[in-house]
T-cell receptor, first 112, second 112 residues
Framework: SQKIEQNSEALNIQEGKTATLTCNYT??????LQWYRQDPGRGPVFLLLIRENEKEKRKERLKVTFDTTLKQSLFHITASQPADSATYLCALQVHGNNRLAFGKGNQVVVIP | EAQVTQNPRYLITVTGKKLTVTCSQN?????MSWYRQDPGLGLRQIYYSMNVEVTDKGDVPEGYKVSRKEKRNFPLILESPSPNQTSLYFC???????????FGPGTRLTVT
């Protein structure tokens, strides 16, 4: 069956350190993978999109990698700040399909 | 301001009483979709629409209907709500499934 897996345990990290989140997928062949941030009770907000032929994408303190061999994307927040505390979701579009599937999200808590 | 609006934001209703949750976007987006978010299950796509008069099922369409008569509006209809449809609902829009999704603020529905 198709699965998108993100760590269900919250990541507690000290301010200033780099937070790294993992998104693993099974039985998908995504052409694109997206990352979103969601705060409690609010809609997800888009952060980054990476294509299957891109290895890495950066935006300010955020970096995403995409390894189609490992079927994995890594999401990094460098120099983390308390304001980065949120849940981060990965989403992927299935090749040849018009649906978007989301992982369950990984909570990040940045400790001052 | 570019935005996706949903109404109502909160709704408590009883089993079997038909309801409609409206969704509207002002970005001229072609792709619109509805998601529900439940603890432990993440964000799941209910229905999506590629354009006016074009709709298709997502992962969990049972018990829901949608229509896309105009580009900007994509209402979600629950003809006979049941308690298992108690959830947080999000509408989203985008240029297409491969681009960033813009989410609405959410509708918290309780069916008793």
């Amino acid at each position: 069956s198709q699965k998108i897996e993100q760590n269900s345990e919250a990541l507690n990290i000290q301010e200033g350190k780099t937070a790294t989140l993992t998104c693993n997928y099974t039985n998908y062949s995504p052409a694109y993978l997206q990352w979103y941030r969601q705060d409690p009770g609010r809609g997800p907000v888009f952060l980054l999109l990476i294509r299957e032929n891109e290895k890495e994408k950066r935006k300010e303190r955020l970096k995403v990698t995409f390894d189609t061999t490992l079927k994995q994307s890594l999401f990094h927040i460098t120099a983390s700040q308390p304001a980065d505390s949120a849940t981060y979701l990965c989403a992927l579009q299935v090749h040849g399909n018009n649906r978007l599937a989301f992982g369950k999200g990984n909570q990040v808590v940045v400790i001052p | 301001e570019a935005q996706v609006t949903q109404n109502p934001r909160y709704l408590i209703t009883v089993t079997g009483k038909k309801l409609t949750v409206t969704c509207s976007q002002n970005m001229n987006h072609e792709y619109m979709s509805w998601y529900r978010q439940d603890p432990g299950l993440g964000l799941r796509q209910i229905y999506y629409s590629m354009n006016v008069e074009v709709t298709d099922k997502g992962d969990v369409p049972e018990g829901y209907k949608v229509s896309r008569k105009e580009k900007r509006n994509f209402p979600l209809i629950l003809e006979s709500p049941s308690p298992n449809q108690t959830s947080l609902y999000f509408c989203a829009s985008s240029l297409s499934v491969i681009y960033e999704q813009y989410f609405g603020p959410g509708t918290r529905l309780t069916v008793t």
